[in-house]
C-alpha cells in the first residue's frame, strides 16, 4: 500500500525559512516524478514544484522560482521542499504527490503558516 | 486566477446526474489527454477519481465518468449520493507553462 507522510509544516514569520519532508513507501520512490502541491485554506490546488527519479531534473512554479528547493534522498525514500523567502502569501497546506500522468497517490498534508 | 476554469458550485438531488466542466485552452486540455479529476473532503488530501481523460482507477464508483471535447473536459456523476458532497478539481498537463495547471474547484451539494 501506498503511503505519503509530509511533516515540518509550521508558524514562521515573513522572510523566514522551513524544510518540508515527505516519507515515501509502498511504490518504487526511486523511479517516480514527485511533486509538491499547495492549497490555501478554502481555495484551489496549485502546482508547486516537480522532480524525476533520479533528482536530475527540477521544476518550479514561477511564484516561487528562486526561493523554493526541491530534493529527494532516494535510499531513504524522501521527498524535500526547502523553502527561503517565505511571503505571507505562501501560506498554505502543502502536498506531496507521486505522479504517472496524474496525481495517483497524496499525503494528507502539512501547514505551512507564514505571519508576524 | 485558476488556469482551468470550473464553476464554483454544482448541486442535485440524490439519484440525479451532474455534470462539471473544466475549460482550458489549447494549450492544455485542447491538445493533451493528460486530463485528471479528484475528490477532496474538506481537510482530506485530494482523491484521484480520473486520469487520461475518462479512465478510472481500480475502486472508483462507475457512477463517476469524464469526456473531454475541445478545450473542454467534463466529469459527470450519476446516481448522485449524499456521500459525492465534496470538492472537485480538474487537472491537465500544460508543458508550455507550469507542466501541470488545476482548476479552482466545484464544489458538489447534494440538495
Known amino acids: 500500500e501506498v503511503h505519503l507522510v509530509e511533516s515540518g509544516g509550521g508558524l514562521v514569520q515573513p522572510g523566514g525559512s522551513l524544510t518540508l519532508s515527505c516519507a515515501a513507501s509502498g511504490f518504487s520512490f526511486s523511479t517516480s516524478w514527485m511533486h509538491w502541491v499547495r492549497q490555501v485554506p478554502g481555495m484551489g490546488l496549485v502546482w508547486v514544484s516537480r522532480i524525476n527519479g533520479d533528482g536530475t531534473t527540477t521544476t518550479y512554479a514561477d511564484s516561487v522560482k528562486g526561493r523554493f528547493t526541491i530534493s529527494r534522498d532516494n535510499a531513504k525514500s524522501m521527498l524535500f521542499l526547502q523553502m527561503t523567502g517565505l511571503r505571507v502569501e505562501d501560506t498554505a497546506v502543502y502536498f506531496c504527490?507521486?505522479?504517472?500522468?496524474?496525481?495517483?497517490?497524496w499525503g494528507q498534508g502539512t501547514l505551512v503558516t507564514v505571519s508576524s | 486566477q485558476p488556469a482551468l476554469t470550473q464553476p464554483a458550485s454544482v448541486s442535485g438531488s440524490p439519484g440525479q446526474s451532474i455534470t462539471i466542466s473544466c475549460t482550458g485552452t489549447s494549450s492544455d486540455i485542447g491538445t493533451y489527454n493528460y486530463v485528471s479529476w479528484y475528490q477532496q473532503y474538506p481537510g482530506k488530501a485530494p482523491k484521484l477519481l480520473i486520469y487520461?481523460?475518462?479512465k478510472r482507477p481500480s475502486g472508483v464508483s462507475n457512477r463517476f465518468s469524464a469526456s473531454k471535447s475541445g478545450n473542454t473536459a467534463s466529469l459527470t456523476i450519476s446516481g448522485l449520493q449524499a456521500e459525492d458532497e465534496a470538492d472537485y478539481y480538474c487537472?491537465?498537463?500544460?508543458?508550455?507553462?507550469?507542466?501541470?495547471?488545476f482548476g479552482g474547484g466545484t464544489k458538489v451539494t447534494v440538495l
Open positions: 487537472c491537465s498537463y500544460a508543458p508550455g507553462r507550469t507542466p501541470w495547471v
Open positions: 504527490s507521486r505522479v504517472e500522468n496524474e496525481f495517483d497517490f
Open positions: 487520461d481523460v475518462t
